[in-house]
């Protein structure tokens, strides 16, 4: 799980705001790397906190953030990141097994497709 990465998609592609980190023990961290390690991303909001999905882990969750690239209209450059990421940008044209390599994209990699789409908006 790429908490950092989960972070960055909730904030820029899916348009979260007030992300932070809290404490494995639930207090933001206050020493050096061990008991107060920083646990997963928060969305820290009026009626609590409320955990980041884990974008870069779960197909299901990356399946959600693909919902948003369309509901943006990003599906252009959304899908040349992702050629790029699983290396198939320059396998024009494709054949189907570079589409069956894409169809497979892990969900970081889909992640990572998505912050480019968003980055070249």
């Given at each position: 799980?790429?908490?950092?990465?989960?972070?960055?998609?909730?904030?820029?592609?899916?348009?979260?705001?007030?992300?932070?980190?809290i404490?494995h023990?639930?207090?933001p961290?206050?020493g050096?790397?061990?008991?107060?390690?920083?646990?997963?991303?928060?969305?820290?909001?009026?009626?609590?906190?409320?955990?980041?999905?884990?974008?870069?882990?779960?197909?299901?969750?990356?399946?959600?953030?693909?919902?948003e690239?369309?509901?943006?209209?990003?599906?252009?450059?959304?899908?040349?990141?992702?050629?790029?990421?699983?290396?198939?940008?320059?396998?024009?044209?494709?054949?189907?097994?570079?589409?069956?390599?894409?169809?497979?994209?892990?969900?970081?990699?889909?992640?990572?497709?998505?912050?480019?789409a968003?980055?070249?908006?």
């Amino acid at each position: 799980m790429n908490h950092e990465l989960n972070a960055q998609v909730a904030e820029e592609v899916m348009g979260w705001t007030h992300i932070s980190r809290i404490s494995h023990f639930g207090y933001p961290p206050s020493g050096p790397i061990g008991d107060n390690e920083l646990g997963p991303p928060y969305w820290a909001g009026r009626i609590g906190a409320v955990r980041v999905p884990d974008y870069s882990g779960s197909l299901d969750a990356a399946w959600e953030m693909e919902k948003e690239i369309k509901r943006r209209l990003l599906l252009y450059p959304y899908v040349n990141a992702l050629l790029r990421q699983a290396d198939l940008f320059d396998c024009f044209p494709m054949g189907c097994s570079d589409c069956w390599d894409i169809i497979h994209a892990t969900p970081g990699q889909r992640c990572r497709a998505a912050l480019e789409a968003v980055k070249e908006k």
